[in-house]
């Protein structure tokens, strides 16, 4: 991905319509993406930021709330509530670390273990609804990190 190093494009008016952000059209397809999740996910009983937790503890069976949150970019006020949850559903248990009580060490269950095992369907499943090959998904995947990175160096 290029970096625009001019200071000043000349950006025509029909670009500047809604359906034209690129901002938009990363936003409205997120949301899209969460909702076609929504009806795989229910059937294993995830929601969606819950899924992404547990993609992140079947890569490491055991990590500190932090950095869970530092994975996700999500703040220990959004991610508590969704790791109670979890533990309530028996999929995760949540203790202190016994060397530094500050923290708290999230690991997974036995039954949240075993859920690994529908990251297949459920994958196959968003596969087909964004009407994608694994290929064309690696591309896409690769061109949104390059351009969160380049935005992340931005501010």
């Known amino acids: 991905m290029k970096t625009q190093t001019t200071k000043t494009m000349e950006i025509p008016e029909e670009e500047k319509r809604l359906e034209k952000q690129l901002c938009f059209a990363v936003y409205s397809t ?20 819950q899924y992404l937790v547990m993609l992140v503890l079947w890569e490491k069976s055991e ?12 703040d220990s006020g959004t991610l508590s509530p ?19 009580e500050r923290q708290v060490i999230v690991a997974l269950t036995a039954k949240g273990h075993g859920m690994r095992s529908e990251v297949d369907t459920i994958m196959a499943s968003i596969g087909q609804a964004a009407g994608c090959t694994l ?12 351009l969160r990175a380049n935005l992340t160096a931005s501010v």
Request: glycine share 6%; hydrophobic share 40%; proline share 5%.
């Open 82 to 100: 969704l790791l109670k949850r979890l533990e309530q559903n028996g999929l995760i248990t949540r203790t202190r670390d016994a060397r530094d």
């Open 30 to 49: 997120a949301h899209a993406f969460t909702r076609a999740y929504k009806p795989i996910l229910d059937k294993v009983g995830l929601t969606y930021p």
């Open 63 to 74: 990590l500190p709330v932090k950095t869970i949150g530092e994975q996700l970019d999500l």
């Open 135 to 146: 290929e064309e998904m690696v591309t896409i995947r690769e061109m949104l990190q390059g």
